[in-house]
Structure formats: structure tokens, C-alpha cells
């Protein structure tokens, strides 16, 4: 191999001195002319054969670039909208992992579709388990993106959504804002989907106002037992806390003495501690009272008594803490919870979830009471939670229809006041309000108003306008009560 090489280079170099030494003779022999001097091509073959060629050139090079240009340029958009895609994907990892983070799916469903949380109601000081969370797979639909970023970042105040954004004192920077904004975005139920939603939620609308009475009677029977055990939490707190005191010295001497099964607990242990356990229950202090069979060494199946024993006296100890907590709190508690009770008897006396519906029927739609139902039903599932004071926190808070909360009262003719014409009505609930944009006669909107243009039909939307511009809201009762 290398032979071969030295071999080719030798003669190679042999030949160039060889045509170096030549063409020296050569040059010594001619006498050249030089070229500004001699003889070119004549004007008849510059301006024919060699202008061809020069154009022929020009011309195809020319081609090259009119497609060279373009096929750079779409693949160079192409590489740009890879790393598009590929920001955007990273985006919506990112926005999943804040929405599992910071629990949003614990409230509106791990879906998107919607959920419930607890609430203190701050009017009544009453609890509130089922404050509905919306849906936020049909978000886009009714806000564009900085209406919905507001919600996120400021939260509601007075409702169980927190702010989230920094803006708004939450933990979340705008950059996290964001990515959770894509997340959702990139969930978006189709709009036929979204369509789809409204029997279900009308059927909801529907229970909820039929259940409301009953609903209010359980809470006010709730309320009273509350302020029952606190009445008697100075007692209570000193009967459960020697009660645990005596389940927790059993428990501690558990070593000595026999231990029939082995398990850690001895039987005196073991049937000492069921009784205290029975005794607890039957006073009301324990849910349920675990039973310990001293002979056998897991008594509650795939649990060892060990653990059970010290759960159950850990219940009875942590009991006994919060009643004496009650017990030193008790007026104020006591006059809270009375303030509550009060509160749901006059809400189960006013009874505002209650509607006439043949009286809408008759006011607004001909007497077609069909007509009048489906319109308090839409009302009731898709504006009431921001129109009627109370509404998200059950049926024992609810003032009057359309009394005003986040929006403004549409009692009183409000809705005939700011919009001329049906038409104009229809046209702001579709689309909803734009911040700092007017509306109607006198409005301004802020861009909380959600539009229902993508999510209602125009039949549906058209039984709200009729409903809101009829005779039965007019208020009166509303402004007889004082709210
Ligand atoms: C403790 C429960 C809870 C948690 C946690 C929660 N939310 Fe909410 N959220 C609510 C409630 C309740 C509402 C509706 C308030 C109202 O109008 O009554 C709401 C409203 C919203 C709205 C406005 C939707 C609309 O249709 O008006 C958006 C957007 C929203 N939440 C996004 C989020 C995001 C994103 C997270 C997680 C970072 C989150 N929420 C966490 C309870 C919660
Ligand atoms: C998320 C809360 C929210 C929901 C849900 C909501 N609205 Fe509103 N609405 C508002 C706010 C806030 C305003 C005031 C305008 C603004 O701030 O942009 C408003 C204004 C209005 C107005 C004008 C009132 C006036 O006198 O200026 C009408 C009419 C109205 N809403 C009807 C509806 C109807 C009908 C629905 C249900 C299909 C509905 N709203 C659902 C928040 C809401």
C-alpha cells in the first residue's frame, strides 16, 4: 500500500519537472505577444455565440434561485415550527404538572368536566360541602385567553377558588400561569360535546330545586346538633378525655402479662381496650368501636391488632383534644353556629329556590309552561352561580332569582333599563362582556361576563332573554325582604 503511494508520487513528481523543464525551453524559443495586443474574437462572434452562452448562463442560474429560495425557505419554516411544537409540547407537561401540583383537578374534576368543594359560607358562618367548581373543558368557549388567565391569577374572592398568580398573591409566576392555560386550552371538549352538556346540567338545575327543601332541613338539622355538642362540650370534653386516658394506660402496659396470640397486645390488653372502645361508641364518641379477640392476632382481617388498638386510641385522644379546643372557644362558636341556624330557619321560611312556574308561563311565554321550566333551568345551571346572591353555596342561601352577586341584579326591569331590544340582550349573553368596552345603555364591561354564544342554542338563548325581560322578576319581593 504505502509502496504504491511512494511509487505514484515519485512519478507524479517526476512528470512535473519534466513539463516544468519543457515549457521553460518553450518560452525561450516563442516570443510571445501580449495579450492586450493580439488578435481577440471579432464583434460578430462576441455578440453572437458568446452573448448566447453568456445569457443561457444567466438564465439558468437564475432558475437555480427561483427554486433554490423558496425550498430553503419552507424547510427553514418547518425546522422553526418543530421547535414551535416543541415548546409547545414541553408547555403542556409542564401546565399538567402545576395542575396536579396545586390541586385543581380536587375541585373541578380530574377531567376538567366540573366538581364541588367545601366552603365556609361567609354570610350564614355555615359550611358548605357542595359549592360547585366548573367546568373548565368548555373554558374557552365562553372567556378568550386573558378573561380566563384573570380567574386563574386573581381567583373569586368570597368563593372556594384562591388566587393563584403572583399578581394576586398566589404561588404561581406567569410563566406557570401560562402553561396551565395550555393545558386547559389543549383540553377543550369539542363544541358539539360542549353543546351536549346542557340536558345533563338542566337536569341538575332541575333536582337541586326540587331537593332544595329537604336539603335545608338536613343542614338544619345539622346545625342544631352542632350546637348541641357545643352546649355540652365542657362536659363531653371531661367524659372522653378520662375515657381516652384509660384507653392509652392500657395500651401502654400492653407488654406485660399473657399474650395469648402474640401479637403485642396482652389479653387483658385486648379485652380491656374493647370495652373502652364499646363504651366510646355507645356515648357517641367513636364512629364505629373496633372489637379485639384476644386469640387471635389480626381480629379486623389484613389489619394486626397492634395498629388497630393505637388508631382507635389515637380517634379517642385527637376526640378528647378538639372537644376541650370547643370547650375553651364555646361562646364564640356557640354564637356563631346560633347565627347559622337562625340563618337556614329564614332561608327555609323564605324558601327562594321556589318558582312559579305557570306564573312565568303566563308572564313571559304564552302559558307554555314547558317553555317556562327549561328557561328557570337555564338560568338556574349557567348565570345563577354569578346573577343570584348565595346560589353556588346551596339552596339555603339562595336570596331571590337574579337578586345580583359578581353581576349586577336583573330583577326590577334591569334587563328592559340597559337593553332596548331583545335583540340587543341576546347579542351582549352571547358573546359576552370586553373589559373597559361599553355595553347596552349604560354598561362597561370588565370581561367577567362569560359569552354563551358557543355553548347555548339560540332556541336556549332566546328562553333566557324572554325569561330575564319578563314580568316575574320584577323585584318586588326582593326589595320587601331587605336580601
Ligand atoms: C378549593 C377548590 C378549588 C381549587 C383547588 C381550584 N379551584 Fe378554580 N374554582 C373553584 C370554584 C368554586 C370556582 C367557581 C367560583 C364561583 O363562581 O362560584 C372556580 C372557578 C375557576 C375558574 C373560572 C371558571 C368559570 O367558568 O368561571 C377558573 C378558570 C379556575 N377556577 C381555574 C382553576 C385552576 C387552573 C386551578 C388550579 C391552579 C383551580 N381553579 C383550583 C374552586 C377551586
Ligand atoms: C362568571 C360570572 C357570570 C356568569 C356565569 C354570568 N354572568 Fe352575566 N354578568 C357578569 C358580570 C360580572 C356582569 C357585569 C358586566 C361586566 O363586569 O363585564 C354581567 C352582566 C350581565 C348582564 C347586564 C346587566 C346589566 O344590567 O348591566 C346581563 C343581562 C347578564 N349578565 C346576563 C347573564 C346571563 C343570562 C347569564 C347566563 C346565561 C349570565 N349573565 C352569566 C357575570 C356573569
Redesign the pocket.
Known sequence: MSTLVVTIVALGAIAWFAYLVGSGSRRDRQDPVPANLSVSQTDDEMETRRLDRALVGAVVTAGFLTLAMPIYYLTELDRQEGFVDEFHEASLERGHE??LE???G???GANLAGG????LEERSQVNVSG??????DD?FY??DRDE?MF??VY??AN????P?GLEGGGP?NSQQVED?LNY?ESHQVDQTAALLKVDGLLAGALSRREGAAEVVGDQIAEQEQLIETIRTSGTSSAALGDIAERARYLLDGAAEGIDTDGDGLSDVTETGLTAIFAEAQAAGYLATAVTLDPRNAETLIGIGDATSAATSVGDLESGATSLTITFQNQDVLAEQAGFGLQFLRAAARQAHWEVDVQAVADASFGGDAGAADRAVNLYNAYCA??HTAGY?AGPSFQQPQASGA?GPSLRGGRALTQFLTAEDMYEFISVGSTSGVGYGVNGVGSGRM?GFGMVLSAEDLDLIVQYLRGATLDGSEYLGEGG
Open positions: 402545576v395542575w396545586f390541586g385543581c380536587d375541585c373541578h364541588v368543594a367545601s366552603f359549592w360547585a367548581a366548573p367546568a373548565l373554558m365562553r372567556y380566563a380567574w386563574i381567583g373569586r368563593t372556594p377558588m384562591p393563584w404561581l396551565l386547559i352561580r354569578c353556588s359578581l362569560p
